[in-house]
Every structure is written in structure tokens, then in C-alpha cells.
């Protein structure tokens, strides 16, 4: 079967972009944030310098792997959708549950070994330009000298690896458990039922985020720095557990949105109502980005916000870790728009051929457009509204527990940022590949995608 994996990539590389881009990404991240670890135990190092530098590695390198592991898992999920056609004439040819599953690790493994090899050099540049926006900032002094070794290659390909298997197990074990009649109609239809797994693994973060949460504005009220990092785990835990249950809740959110939709675009809204109806599962693929990046980053910076209005004057160590997590909110930031950006065009342009169907029975390609750009706001807005119930899950805990006040004195001006930021990306990523998609005639279309 790893022959067969090799003869797929070489055939379907196209394909494998969007899981290439987010491990290559994902890879030059974490090594940069490893190679901070080398530099701090370089030999003379001050020890102030050195905490630091290796606390920075720890925080960003735990989260690191599991944003990383959505990221890859979120594609490769897509890709065996897309691919259920080919995975049914595979078991009906004699290939067990087994072989498939081995089919596609092995594509993996050849993906996530090739994009962590060529993220070396990217990583060491990513980690020296790193290094000196810390000194720039003061945060560790101008002298030190960069180190780029073991653990930047150890822990940044290691945890590439990790967060790869983490996601490939659960891909590789969804595709494997379809029949060849599954197989044959998932592309085409939206199961009803979210699995088990989902649903047990969503309510664990949920009941995390709620967790550190209560704890925040209870027991950790005067604990400093410790408080915030439990109200920005707060966000980061109900985001993952939102993200898991993207299908549910898109689900929850189509006959809330689908009439006002309806009722403001008339035949190019009834269109998205009904694709948000029937493809809640491949919505939940962009919703899941879109999420994590509105309830961390918006989380993290509101949270950044409160402790600077709790300070009348910072002190050295306040100033060290807002530096810090802004350069962690910047990482997830940039790579939840990656994984946006990556599924967004990956799910449009496999439906050319459901475009070319629409053509073809009278639909006019502005049609088709509005019909995709209203899909899309209607997915950006589900987000939003999970997305901002994860950002507050940590924001609120962690005012009451520094000010006394549930409702934090920041105005809206860095949520407005987010929002506006996540529509330019989501709209010109899901436009740009829809008007790419339709360009092809419709009947060539649907012949080629048929």
C-alpha cells in the first residue's frame, strides 16, 4: 500500500497542497519557537534570560501541537471526503479496512516528512528573526547569540510528527470504518449523526474551558501571572471544544441564518440556505479556523487589555509576558488564516461540478457567486458567534478576577479588527475560488468532475 500511497500523491499533488502548506507552516513554527530553547541554554546565558527563552518554548509548544494537529487534520479530513469515490472502488476491488487505513498514513508520512525537511531552513530564518524582535522589545538582551539545534530539529519535527499521527489516526480510522456504500454516497450526502468521538472529545474541552473559567474568577484571583495564563487556556480549550462540534453547530445555526438569507437575496439565498442545510459537515471544515481564530486571538488580546488596565505602570515582567503573548497570538493568528485559507479553497474548487449542474439548469454565474458569497457569511457569522462565546469564556473570568467587574472598560475597536480581518480573508478565499471554479464551461465541468 505504500507504493499506491506514492502513486497517489504523484497523481493527486494538487490535492495534498492544502496538507503540505499547513504542516510545512506548522513545522517552521514550532522549530522557531524550539530553537528558543537551544538559544537559552547556550553557555552563558543569563539566567533571567534563559527562563524566558525556555518558558516560551513550553507554552507555545504544548498548544502548538494540538492548533497544528487541527490544522492537518481538518485537510485530511477534506481530502478523504473528496476521495470517497476512489476509497469505495479500492474495498470493492478486495482492499481491507486495513490496507486503507495504511494508504493513507503512508501519504502522510510522505507529506509531513517532506514539508518538515524543506521548513528547516524556513524555521531557522523564522527563530532568528524571532530572537531579535525579543531583543528589540528588551526582553532578552542584544548580546545573546542565536542557537538553531537538537531541540529546534528534535522538538519541532517531533511534535510536526505528532501532531500529523494525532490527525491521520483519526482520518485514517473514519476511513477505514466506511463501508463501500458509505463510501460511495458520502461525498454526496451529510450524515446526520456527529460520531461518538467528536462528541465525547467537544464536551471534554467544553468542560476544560469551563473549568479554568470558574477557577480564573475563583481560586486564582490573586495569582498573577497564573491567572491569566488559566483564563487564556479558558479560550483556547472552549475554542478546540466549539471546533470539534462544527457540524452540530452549523446544524444549530442554518434555520436561524437560512431565512434571513432567504429573505435578503431572494433565489441566490434560498440556494445557500439549502447548501448549509445539506453540507453542514463540509462547512464545519472552514468553521473550525474560523473559530479558533476568533476565540484566541480575540480572547488573548482582550485578556492582554484587561491586565494592561489593571497596571498603572508595568513592570518588567508584565511587559515580558505581553510580549510574549503577542508573539503567541501572532503564531495562531497566522496559521488559523493558513487553515482558512487552505480549506476555503480546497472545499470551492471541488464543487465545480455542483456549479456546472447549477449553470446548466439556469443559473447565472453572478448567481452562483452570490449564492457562495452568502454561504460564506453565514459560515463567518457562526463562527463569530461561537468564536466570541470562547473568547469570553477566559475574558470575563479574568475581569472579575482583576477588577471585580464581569463587563471589562475595553471598547470594541480590537473585536471590529478581528471581524473585519476574517471576512477580507474568508470572503477572498471563497470568491476567488468559486470565480476560478465557474470560469470552466459548465458541461466541461460537470463532465470532468463527474
Request: aromatic share 6%.
Amino acid at each position: 500500500m505504500f507504493r499506491l500511497a506514492l502513486s497517489s500523491l504523484r497523481f493527486r499533488a494538487s490535492g495534498f497542497v492544502a496538507s503540505f502548506i499547513n504542516v510545512f507552516l506548522g513545522a517552521t513554527l514550532l522549530m522557531a519557537f524550539a530553537a528558543m530553547y537551544d538559544t537559552g541554554n547556550a553557555p552563558g546565558v543569563p539566567d533571567g534570560d534563559r527562563e524566558g527563552l525556555t518558558n516560551m518554548t513550553y507554552v507555545v509548544g504544548g498548544w502548538g501541537i494540538l492548533i497544528a494537529a487541527f490544522g492537518v487534520a481538518v485537510t485530511m479530513n477534506l481530502s478523504v471526503r473528496q476521495r470517497a469515490t476512489e476509497i469505495a472502488l479500492l474495498k470493492s476491488a478486495g482492499a481491507t479496512p486495513a490496507q486503507i487505513g495504511l494508504l493513507i498514513i503512508g501519504e502522510t508520512a510522505v507529506v509531513t516528512a517532506v514539508a518538515s525537511v524543506l521548513a528547516i531552513p524556513a524555521g531557522y530564518l523564522a527563530g532568528r528573526g524571532l530572537l531579535s524582535l525579543l531583543a528589540s522589545a528588551d526582553r532578552v538582551g542584544a548580546g545573546i547569540d542565536y542557537r538553531f539545534g537538537a531541540a529546534a530539529l528534535g522538538l519541532g519535527i517531533g511534535n510536526t510528527f505528532v501532531a500529523a499521527a494525532i490527525a491521520t489516526f483519526v482520518t485514517a480510522r473514519r476511513a477505514a470504518g466506511l463501508s463501500t456504500k458509505d463510501a460511495l454516497t458520502s461525498a454526496s450526502t451529510d450524515s446526520r449523526k456527529l460520531g461518538k468521538g467528536r462528541l465525547i472529545a467537544g464536551a471534554l474541552f467544553l468542560l476544560s474551558g469551563t473549568n479554568c473559567a470558574v477557577l480564573t474568577a475563583t481560586l486564582l484571583a490573586d495569582e498573577g501571572f497564573v491567572t491569566e495564563a488559566v483564563a487564556g487556556q479558558a479560550c483556547i480549550s472552549t475554542s478546540i471544544g466549539f471546533a470539534f462540534l462544527g457540524p452540530l453547530l452549523m446544524r444549530l445555526m442554518a434555520p436561524v441564518l437560512g431565512p434571513v438569507v432567504r429573505a435578503v437575496s431572494g433565489s441566490s439565498g434560498y440556494l445557500a440556505g439549502v447548501n448549509i442545510r445539506q453540507r453542514a459537515s463540509q462547512s464545519a471544515g472552514v468553521l473550525m479556523p474560523i473559530i479558533l481564530f476568533v476565540g484566541v486571538v480575540a480572547g488573548s488580546l482582550y485578556l492582554q487589555s484587561v491586565q494592561n488596565n489593571a497596571s498603572v505602570v508595568q513592570s518588567a515582567d508584565e511587559k515580558g509576558v505581553e510580549t510574549l503573548n503577542l508573539v503567541i497570538v501572532g503564531m495562531i493568528a497566522v496559521f488559523a488564516a493558513v487553515v482558512l485559507i487552505n480549506v476555503t479553497l480546497a472545499t470551492t474548487m471541488y464543487r465545480g461540478r455542483e456549479f456546472g449542474q447549477q449553470r446548466l439548469i439556469g443559473a447565472t454565474p453572478p448567481q452562483v457567486m452570490r449564492m457562495l458569497g452568502f454561504e460564506t457569511v453565514v459560515t463567518v457569522v457562526t463562527g463569530l458567534v461561537f468564536g466570541t462565546v470562547a473568547a469570553l469564556a477566559g475574558v470575563i473570568p479574568y475581569s472579575i478576577a482583576l477588577t471585580g467587574d464581569a463587563v471589562p472598560d475595553i471598547g470594541p475597536g480590537v473585536y471590529l479588527v478581528v471581524i473585519a480581518v476574517l471576512m477580507v480573508v474568508a470572503l477572498a478565499a471563497n470568491l476567488g475560488s468559486g470565480w476560478r471554479a465557474i470560469r470552466r464551461p459548465a458541461l466541461e465541468a460537470v463532465a470532468v468532475n463527474g
